[in-house]
């Protein structure tokens, strides 16, 4: 079964400093998101991706993050100065056009920020 | 917007006993509604979805939930609990209106004693 996959699957930084999650979302799914889960918390929404392009945004994605798709397959969020409350599950996840369809999410990567 | 509420953030049941995991939405257009399952340190895994058609959908793992518009619910049921049911469950909604987004519940962590 085709698999969304999310590297690294831990990743410790120091505060203020920048990091690169990465996903590769199933081929031929059309939307990408991420999300965040923060240590007993619920899961949260952050962006949505289509058509090369931001479609939508929480208010938790202000101007540290960014995320693009460099080359077709891979899909990338960027935290550019990480701070203490940034440490969180990050998941991937895509999708097909169907609305309904159901998401594929990665397993996630452990950002801990010290 | 939508929303999720998940009753209950812990419930624990003996191994073989009924399991019932509640969940009621907030929609002001017919929802889509989804269970996934999350196993510790792992990502989210789709137990179930309802889109249209029959209120009472199957899921993996013999777990089952059924649409209940008059009560705005769609609560997870398992006939008899298995211990690798252990786990945390998410119910989300997704509209086709505004953000296509999941919308997620806060979780329900199922514990099950032998």
């Known amino acids: 079964e085709p698999e969304v996959t999310q590297t690294p699957s831990h990743q410790v930084t120091q505060m203020g400093q920048e990091v690169i999650l990465r996903c590769v979302p199933i081929s031929n799914h059309l939307y990408f998101y991420w999300y965040r889960q923060i240590l007993g918390q619920k899961v949260e929404f952050l962006v949505s991706?289509?058509?090369?392009?931001?479609?939508?945004k929480s208010e938790i994605f202000d101007d540290q993050f960014s995320v693009e798709r460099p080359d077709g397959s891979n899909f990338t969020l960027k935290i550019r100065s990480t701070k203490l409350e940034d440490s969180a599950m990050y998941f991937c996840a895509s999708r097909t056009g169907t609305i309904g369809g159901g998401y594929t999410f990665g397993s996630g990567t452990r950002l801990t920020v010290v | 917007a939508q929303s999720v509420t998940q009753l209950g953030s812990h419930v624990s049941v003996s191994e073989g006993a009924l399991v019932l995991l509640r969940c009621n939405y907030s929609?002001?257009?017919?929802?889509?509604l989804f269970w996934y399952v999350q196993y510790p340190n792992q990502g989210l895994q789709l137990l179930l979805k309802?889109?249209?058609?029959?209120?009472l959908v199957k899921g993996i793992n013999g777990f089952e939930a059924e649409f209940k518009k008059s009560e705005t619910s769609f609560h997870l049921t398992k006939p008899s609990a298995h211990m690798s049911d252990a786990a945390e469950y998410f119910c989300?909604?997704?509209?086709?209106?505004?953000?296509?987004?999941?919308?997620f519940g806060s979780g329900t962590r199922l514990q099950v004693q032998p």
């Open positions: 309802y889109t249209t058609g029959a209120t």
């Open positions: 991706f289509y058509n090369n392009e931001i479609s939508e």
């Open positions: 929609s002001s257009v017919p929802p889509y």
């Open positions: 989300a909604v997704e509209v086709d209106t505004g953000r296509r987004a999941l919308t």
